[in-house]
């Protein structure tokens, strides 16, 4: 027994750092699980409320690009408003319910922390789960693709930054909806990587990308971004584009939170095949 | 000298969660100025104490900046380092009580290695922490070795501007 503790007390410093390492890990890859975020509300109410405190401040920094954008997208909502067709003909202008279901519903919120220059790149938005926020909703910008909200507390949420490893979208090229896959590999977080474009088909820069819509997380018709500049590869399967995304992720104000009211109806159509399978 | 380590611990964690980790040159180098706490922790500082206020400020650095664990762990892997650099590089290991490493009494080569190697092990093992991946190696031994550059320069100006106060 004595020996023991003397064991202990001459390599404490061993033991002390392994423990250490240990609970630092444990933290970071339990934590990097977000499925399971809810654990980590606790840490996630401090920084939120820390980082609302210190953007109250900063926000004002900003404010001439908030209003821009802000001005931007009032003027594409006007045009889309009743008022801004020209009504040939009065008696077909009408709205049907029945015709025209609401599918989706957008909940704005304020950014309140965000990074562009880490691998991996999240953001923290002032509306939780009292707003009507879940996890795996999509969060776009005017009409233009932010991520995907992986962990709720009561007041904030966690969003996955398309800039981020594990970020995988579904998208299509708007021209002849061939899908796609747009990725983000690291470094200049203005460029991002378009996926498995079969070897046929002819790729332009300027090609505009959008969301397939084929997840229940993002609408149709997202903006995603624009070709750069691809490179085809002789010996590959699939030949691979560089995108530049639309979204400026280094200077987001306000977003909107995707609310799919019709995705259990979805969900549960695709759990009712998965369950006559066999 | 507690105290002083205690305002050093404050100063350091603001700095780095609200200036620093909004600094990013060219797209990814960001400087993580607050293991300047680490480095002068006095030379008659208990190895255990050592350890846990690396983990301490680590993990702190990580509330406020929402990667629990992550600089927890690169800290604690410098702060383990330490003593035994400190050993290596020293040509007589006898330490004024209390005082703390500094260009002022080890000289500046002495200072510019014992920070290198440090700053190289916590950069080293947060970004590969962080990434967790070996498919981009070399991108990110290029962001280890821009940033802990970064890193370095802060060091040695936070360096000199306290030593002029003297």
Redesign the interface.
């Given at each position: 027994m004595r020996n023991l503790y003397l064991f202990f007390r001459k390599y404490?410093?061993y033991f002390?750092?392994l423990l250490?390492?240990v609970?630092?890990?444990?933290?970071?890859?339990n934590?990097n699980e977000f499925q399971n975020a809810a654990v980590?509300t606790w840490?996630?109410q401090?920084?939120g409320s820390?980082?609302s405190m210190?953007r109250n401040i900063t926000e004002y920094f900003s404010l001439r690009s908030t209003n821009r954008i802000l001005t931007e997208e009032i003027a594409q909502l006007q045009a889309r408003m009743p008022e801004a067709f020209y009504k040939a003909d009065t008696n077909t202008f009408f709205i049907n319910d029945t015709l025209y279901k609401a599918e989706y519903r957008y909940i704005s919120a304020r950014v309140i922390?965000n990074?562009?220059?880490?691998?991996?790149n999240?953001l923290?938005i002032n509306k939780g789960s009292l707003n009507g926020v879940q996890n795996s909703m999509g969060v776009i910008i005017g009409n233009r693709l932010v991520g995907q909200v992986v962990g709720v507390s009561r007041h904030f949420s966690?969003v996955m930054s398309l800039l981020n490893?594990d970020s995988r979208v579904s998208a299509k090229f708007k021209k002849n909806n061939q899908l796609v896959n747009v990725e983000w590999?690291?470094?200049?977080?203005r460029y991002g990587t378009v996926k498995e474009i079969p070897k046929h088909f002819a790729i332009v820069p300027g090609d505009t990308i959008i969301t397939s819509g084929n997840s229940e997380i993002f609408p149709e018709g997202i903006m995603v971004g624009t070709i750069h500049d691809f490179h085809i590869a002789p010996d590959e399967n699939f030949n691979s584009a560089r995108i530049l995304f639309s979204t400026d992720f280094n200077s987001l104000g306000y977003v909107e939170v995707v609310l799919d009211m019709m995705r259990t109806e979805k969900e549960e159509v695709k759990t009712s095949f998965e369950g006559t399978e066999e | 000298m507690t105290g002083k380590n205690i305002i050093r611990f404050v100063v350091l964690v603001l700095l780095q969660?609200?200036v620093l980790?909004h600094v990013?040159l060219g797209?990814?180098?960001?400087p993580y100025l607050y293991v300047l706490f680490i480095l002068w922790l006095p030379f008659n500082t208990t190895?255990?104490v050592l350890?846990?206020s690396a983990?301490l400020i680590?993990?702190t650095v990580?509330?406020?900046?929402?990667?629990?664990?992550?600089n927890?762990?690169a800290s604690?892997?410098m702060a383990?380092a330490r003593p035994l650099v400190i050993s290596m590089i020293s040509t007589s290991s006898e330490f004024e009580p209390g005082s703390r490493p500094s260009i002022h009494s080890q000289g500046v080569r002495w200072f510019l290695l014992y920070t290198i190697i440090l700053v190289l092990i916590h950069h080293f093992v947060l970004?590969f922490?962080?990434?967790f991946?070996l498919s981009?190696f070399l991108?990110?031994l290029m962001r280890v070795g821009l940033s802990s550059a970064l890193t370095i320069v802060l060091v040695f100006l936070a360096e000199y501007l306290t030593v002029r106060k003297k």
């Open positions: 404490y410093f002390l750092f250490l390492e609970i630092s890990l444990i933290l970071l890859f934590y980590y840490s996630r401090v920084s820390f980082n210190f922390s990074t562009t220059n880490k691998r991996n999240f923290m966690w490893k590999d690291g470094g200049n977080y | 969660v609200l980790n990013s797209g990814y180098i960001n190895r255990a350890l846990i983990f680590g993990f990580d509330i406020f900046s929402n990667t629990l664990g992550l927890a762990a604690v892997a383990f970004f922490l962080e990434i991946r981009e991108s990110t």
